[in-house]
């Protein structure tokens, strides 16, 4: 028996990155909330793991291939979502990488890589799926920033960049669209330290055997409530961007860090 509580009854919704973490889970509670999903990623296998998810639940998605970096790959997954599904109403630009390096360790390829996907490929999203929610006459944009793209850390400056670099591009959108009336909504959300397999994997690759409590430990000083987020935390967040009760935000940051960024 399908359970839908349809707070984005009706929506299409594209969801970058999100084959593993913070996506899967924001794909998983729009689709049981009413929105038909087009889930993608570069790594297939998790993509359509997703879907998968999705669909044993009784709800609507499909997979395509995705690097959000590619401009040609990101008016083929537009398209793919207005074919299937006629139009374009939800667009969460998720998808990221992370250099966890010191200034002095990163190079200027690092940085170009760093910021090609998580700055670029946010605002190649928001130039095409601004185009798309024209043509079905409006929608709203979630992009995935972070506290890094409000106060700086240290070892993340390429990070820091794109993620702050994020959330200015969401207020200069936020400016243009309210000129245009074109009615469409766009946000950030600033996650703080969320357990997904993408923490995981920085803490056992900057931690080494021996750093590895250590890092582990200042992910988890980085939560004032105690405890690391769970990926719902977020997906929640992005839900109510995404849906008409978030009707009168616009431009706006959503944190969602147990507090971190205000009393740190
Ligand atoms: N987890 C956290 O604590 C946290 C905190 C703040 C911000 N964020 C942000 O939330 C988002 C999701 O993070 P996560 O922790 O779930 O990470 P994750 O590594 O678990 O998932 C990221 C997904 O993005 C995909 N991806 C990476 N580069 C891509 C590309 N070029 N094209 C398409 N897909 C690509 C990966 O394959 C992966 O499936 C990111 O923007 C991240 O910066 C996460």
């Not at 537009?78 to 299937?84: C, D, L, R």
């Not at 200027?108 to 946010?122: C, F, M, P, T």
């Not at 506290?147 to 670099?165: E, F, N, R, T």
């Amino acid at each position: 028996m399908r359970n839908v509580a349809g707070r984005v009854e009706g929506k299409v919704a594209l969801v970058t990155g999100a084959a593993s973490g913070l996506g899967r889970a924001t794909a998983i509670r729009l689709a049981e909330e009413g929105a038909k999903v087009v889930v993608t990623d570069w790594e297939d296998k998790g993509g359509n793991e997703t879907v998968e998810l999705i669909k044993n639940a009784d709800h609507e998605a499909s997979y395509m291939h995705h690097d959000v970096s590619s401009e040609a790959e990101w008016q083929a997954v537009i398209a793919h979502a207005e074919k299937t599904y006629g139009q374009l109403d939800i667009l969460v630009n998720n998808a990221a990488v992370i250099i966890a390096k010191s200034i002095k360790d990163t190079s200027l390829k690092d940085w170009q890589w760093q910021n090609s996907i998580a700055l670029d490929g946010v605002f190649l999203g928001v130039k095409y799926g601004c185009e798309a929610m024209e043509r079905s006459g409006g929608g709203s944009i979630i992009n995935i920033s972070s506290i890094a793209g409000i106060v700086g850390l240290d070892k993340s400056a390429a990070y820091c960049a794109a993620k702050g670099g994020v959330r200015l591009l969401t207020k200069a959108a936020a400016a243009e669209f309210a000129q245009l009336k074109n009615n469409i909504r766009v946000n950030s959300v600033h996650p703080g330290v969320i357990r997904t397999p993408g923490v995981e994997s920085t803490i056992r690759k900057y931690g080494g055997t021996s750093k590895e409590n250590k890092v582990r430990a200042r992910f988890e000083a980085m939560s004032p409530l105690g405890e690391l987020g769970e990926p719902t935390d977020i997906a929640n967040g992005v839900l109510y961007l995404a849906s008409d009760e978030s009707k009168y935000m616009h431009g706006a940051e959503l944190v969602i860090d147990a507090g971190y960024s205000s009393i740190r």
